[in-house]
């Protein structure tokens, strides 16, 4: 297909997401992946503007680096140049353009060598801006892209100003941990199989994450090491800024213990104990454990404390695993595929609980599935692929466990 009629095409499907969908994020986030995939580019963002604060923030972007925590004053940087001046922007040798300064993917993970960012105008003012960095084959953009990304841009806008979106830009989270550069190797006959190519992603402290990717996508192998149950070949892994890249044992057991809480698939319930035991049997390793019945109340078992794990529904058995991971009042706990063996009322039962822990406990989650309509309950939404983070979008209005369907 001529380039032409490909731009042609991407723009009537870019149509169909903005009109059709009526969830106007998941429409935002999806035109963002067309007009990316389309330009054959390395990253996106859609970057919205906060006029009590005067700046910008991405709420979706796709690429290797995360940059979900970045805010930029309005003016500054080619970003919020565009957002400032209402005017597009194409950079097409970075390093030798007296307009560039840097950018924010270059310190998460992504070398910016050719840009296109055009304002998000709705007709009124200038709301926030639309960047692609990068072609994939390192050649350069060009006008017809330029004016592609302008129409993508121009159409979300109209969209966002006739179907509303209020975007509120919270402040900046608090860091819990940092993946950065992580790669993971494993041998594999006489050579080495890279399972993990590159990962940057941050975690921030009180929120709900939720991993998405398809099987050998590398996003257990991702959460294993950031659980202490694998170690990455390279890169560096830190948790409120102490190095547990290569722990020594002692500083692993303390990892484990202190930090993180784990919620199985198989939930990994001693079948000799009941409910309560399983639950001090954990709180008796680390120093200041939450109260046992306390932990089983939080999780709406306290008529089932006394009975064994073979007397209770695959629900119930979860929802000990949950209770065990809280009672170290750990930092974060790591989830995968939790609801995987249990219907869909166990399901949203379960995850009614985890929506509790972060919400009213401040314990931050982060989940590993392969439904994505849980991913509508998160603050954030991490897709994997390939090894490498593939996108990023942040929730503005997360629902509740009870409102999903599927």
């Not at 910016?112 to 709705?122: A, F, G």
Request: proline share 3%.
């Amino acid at each position: 297909m001529a380039e032409g009629k490909r731009y042609t095409a991407a723009t009537y499907k870019i149509m169909e997401q903005l009109l059709e969908v009526d969830n106007l994020e998941e429409a935002l986030a999806g035109s963002l992946e067309i007009i990316v995939n389309t330009l054959k580019s390395e990253a996106g963002a859609i970057w919205f503007y906060d006029k009590k604060t005067d700046r910008l923030s991405p709420l979706f972007h796709i690429g290797p680096a995360d940059i979900s925590n970045i805010v930029i004053e309005n003016g500054l940087g080619i970003e919020g140049l565009v957002n400032k001046t209402g005017k597009s922007v194409m950079i097409s040798d970075a390093q030798n353009d007296p307009r560039f300064e840097g950018s924010v993917f270059d310190d998460n993970g992504l070398i910016t060598k050719t840009m296109i960012c055009v304002p998000l105008y709705n007709l009124h003012e200038t709301i926030g801006c639309v960047q692609i960095v990068n072609k994939q084959d390192g050649s350069l953009y060009d006008e017809e892209e330029l004016q592609l990304a302008e129409r993508m841009a121009s159409l979300a806008a109209i969209t966002i100003d006739e179907k509303g979106l209020i975007v509120d830009l919270a402040e900046k989270k608090e860091v819990l941990a940092v993946l950065k550069d992580v790669t993971k190797e494993y041998p594999s006959g006489d050579g080495v199989l890279q399972v993990l190519k590159g990962i940057n992603l941050e975690v921030y402290k009180n929120e709900f994450v939720v991993v998405l990717g398809e099987s050998g996508c590398g996003k257990s192998t991702m959460m294993n090491i950031v659980g202490g149950m694998d170690f990455l070949t390279e890169g560096t892994l830190t948790i409120e800024g102490k190095d547990f890249s290569h722990p020594s044992d002692a500083d692993l057991t303390e990892y484990r213990r202190n930090y993180i809480g784990f919620i199985f698939q198989a939930y990994n319930l001693m079948p000799n104990l009941t409910a309560l035991e399983n639950v001090q049997f954990i709180a008796d390793l680390v120093k200041d454990p939450m109260d046992c019945e306390e932990a089983i109340a939080k999780v709406g078992l306290s008529e089932r404390a006394h009975n064994y794990p073979g007397q209770m529904s695959g629900g119930q058995q979860q929802r000990v695993s949950i209770a065990r991971a809280i009672v170290k009042r750990p930092k974060l706990i790591l989830a995968d595929e939790p609801t995987a063996a249990l219907d869909y009322t166990t399901s949203i039962e379960v995850l009614s609980v985890i929506e509790d822990i972060v919400k009213n406990q401040g314990t931050t989650v982060m989940m590993v599935t392969h439904n994505a309509e849980i991913a509508k309950m998160a603050d954030r939404v991490i897709k994997v692929r390939n090894g490498k983070i593939a996108g990023i979008k942040r929730n503005m209005h997360p629902v509740h466990a009870t409102e999903l369907v599927w």
